[in-house]
């Protein structure tokens, strides 16, 4: 973490609860919707598991299923650890320090690095990535096998002052890149999602600037008790993604930029099952502050 002169940290812990609080609205909003119909659903395949407990050929069958899939997943497992990348790490440098970037009146361009890294509104075991050298974050949730709920969002962002009042206009183009599954069947619902967020913040409160100062991009949104997948990859325009704050001269601020995952799953139950994985990793090379 970078720490600009001028300021004791670039990132406290009042940004880090604002940004758990706006964030866990939405997830634990989610959250109890797939709780109940998991529920819902579940009830309604006891009365089919009673009958099926009573057929001893069709228990036998069900079993030798169970292990076929358990034997598979394992196999899953081994090698998405083989495969999964390493992210690189570095050691915080006390010396990397900077007067804090002045946001002029007219355009303002600002790049790499950034000041912080952002792991905020983690719920479950979702794997959070940032890196605030080269600008990438992302989130990637993968099957819970047991059943329940994963959450969580990574970013970078960078600390700057207003040397004027007036309107500022936070753009960026942010490249992205997702995969998304769900694996369901026999009557349970999975449910996955990702997005990406920018997020202006005053420094001294932590507080969300108005009056637009909180703007996200949904790249998926997915409900289904079927298996189905997809992925895309692209660039998430500025005029899609603007963030829009009133500052005054002298303001401190903060502009983090963030990518968010949210799974829900059942699991094994009986003779059904369902689950669900996501993966999206983002990237911030530059953005525009426009007063």
Known sequence: MRQ?????????????????RLLGQYSSSQEEANAVLIKTQRNALETIAKELASDGRAMAA??????????FRAQRRLEGRLHSPTAATYAWDAQARNVIPDVRPGTNIFGLEYDYEVRA???GAPVLTADRIDGRFGVR?????????????AGVGKVLEATATGIAHVRAALPYEYTWSINAGGGLDAFTHGSGRIVVQDHNTGNVLGPDGIRWKGFWHWSDDDDIQGGDSG?????????????????????????????????????????????????????????
């Open 62 to 71: 069900h079993q030798e299923l169970a292990e076929a899939k358990k034997r």
């Open 121 to 123: 509104d983690i719920h």
């Open 141 to 153: 949730i993968n099957e819970r096998y047991n059943g329940g709920s994963d959450w969580g969002t």
């Open 235 to 291: 660039i998430v325009l500025a005029s899609e993604i603007e963030c829009s704050v009133s500052v005054h001269a002298g303001q401190i601020f903060n502009v983090t930029f963030l990518a968010h995952g949210n799974n829900s799953q059942s699991g094994e139950y009986l003779f059904s099952h369902s689950y669900a994985s996501g993966n999206l990793q983002m990237s911030a090379p530059f953005f525009v502050v426009k007063l």
């Open 4 to 20: 600009p002169s001028g300021i004791r940290e670039p990132f406290t812990s009042l940004h880090q609860a604002e940004l758990d």
